[in-house]
């Protein structure tokens, strides 16, 4: 098999997870379970998002999070921006890294941003601008690469043209979202084939939904090909409150378990990741989705260690 030494996983958790949680978690707990992500060796964690708290009131205490957080010299801090309003108050807190976002599709992009594809790109063009004035990195988010749950079939055509303008833009790395969990190891082949064409594969990064159990499937095609870069969630959390029936990023710690037996370096202890699900697990008062969690979830219940 052919393998990168090394992968770099993408802790989006207190985001992407976090964000469709019905249970709210006090502001306290959030910032708890970020310090405790930030001991666990990752080197990138999207804390919040800075979104209208209307749309998303799970993280309307972004502010207060990204502020109060102990930021761990060498990881990166990173958070949702989806116009200027939300720059304002990331630059306020000092994020390390604006990630701004759309969607390959237009009703999604539509439902979930409130613009069409042509009204997004000077808003966030002007977010890039403006973020890099302030020396910050930018990362874009592409959704809907390989599904729309209104459109069905997106066309790649449709997401190199949306990551063609991000990259014009100035941004640093491109994130590929897989937002409803629907792609398989074949299509992520050939949407990456694609991709490669036209931009280095050291700035893209995969966002898998397991929505359909293919995640970890998914990150090994594009692992095979020489990608790199994964974003994952923690136990599993996580969704998009404007894809109905997106579930939970793969999860990080079954993404580290594979890896580690792989011989595949990550520079995460898995211990302490276990850890850090077993106290966000007790915030949200249910079993976290991920096999790992699972294990430990029976282990418990049958006494073993
Ligand atoms: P809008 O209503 O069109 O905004 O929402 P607007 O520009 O017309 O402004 C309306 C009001 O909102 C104004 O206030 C603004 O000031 C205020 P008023 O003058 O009426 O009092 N406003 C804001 N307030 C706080 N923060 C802001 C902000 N912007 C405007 N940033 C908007 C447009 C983009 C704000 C809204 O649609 C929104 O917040 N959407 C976010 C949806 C979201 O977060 N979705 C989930 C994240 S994406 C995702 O999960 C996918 C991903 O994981 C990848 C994948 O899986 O594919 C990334
Ligand atoms: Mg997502």
Redesign the pocket.
């Known amino acids: 098999m052919n393998l990168p030494e090394h992968v770099i996983i993408k802790e ?1 958790g207190p985001r ?1 997870g976090l ?1 469709n949680e019905p249970e709210k978690i006090p502001t306290d707990h959030k910032i708890e379970w970020i310090n405790r992500l930030s001991e666990t060796g990752l080197k990138y964690i999207e804390i919040t ?8 009131p799970q993280l309307a205490d972004a502010l207060d999070v990204a502020k109060k957080i102990n930021k761990k010299e060498g990881v990166t801090y990173a958070a ?4 200027m ?2 720059l304002e ?1 990331a630059l306020e807190a000092d994020i390390d890294e604006v ?1 701004v ?1 759309m ?1 390959a599709s237009e009703t999604h992009n539509k439902k ?4 069409t594809i042509e009204e997004t790109y000077p808003v966030l063009e002007e977010v890039v601008k403006e973020a890099k004035k302030h020396n910050k990195s930018v990362r874009g ?5 390989f599904g729309c749950p209104y459109e069905g079939d997106i066309q790649t055509q449709q997401v190199l043209d949306v990551s063609r303008k991000l990259f014009d833009m100035g941004i640093d790395e491109l ?1 590929l ?3 409803i969990g629907v792609a398989n190891p074949k299509q992520v082949e050939a949407v990456l084939l694609q991709i490669r064409e036209e931009f280095p594969d050291q700035s893209i990064a995969l ?1 898998f ?1 397991d929505t359909r159990g293919t995640a970890l499937a998914n990150c090994l095609a594009a692992m095979q090909l020489g990608f790199n870069t994964f974003d994952a969630a923690l136990g599993g959390l996580g969704g ?3 894809a109905k029936g ?1 579930s939970g ?1 793969v999860a990080t710690d079954d993404l580290l378990y594979m890896l580690d037996g792989m011989g595949i370096q990550t520079g995460i202890d898995f211990d302490q990741l276990l850890s850090a699900a077993g106290y966000i697990q007790s915030q949200i008062q249910k079993p976290l989705p991920s096999h790992q969690m699972q294990i430990v979830h029976h282990q418990k219940g049958s006494g073993k260690k």
Not at 49 to 56: A, C, G, L, N, T
């Open positions: 989006v992407d964000q998002s800075f979104v209208h708290p209307k749309w998303i949702l921006v989806p116009n309003k939300g108050r990630s976002f969607s979930n941003i409130n613009k988010y592409v959704s809907t690469v994130s979202g897989d937002t966002h939904h998009c409150p404007y997106a990023n």
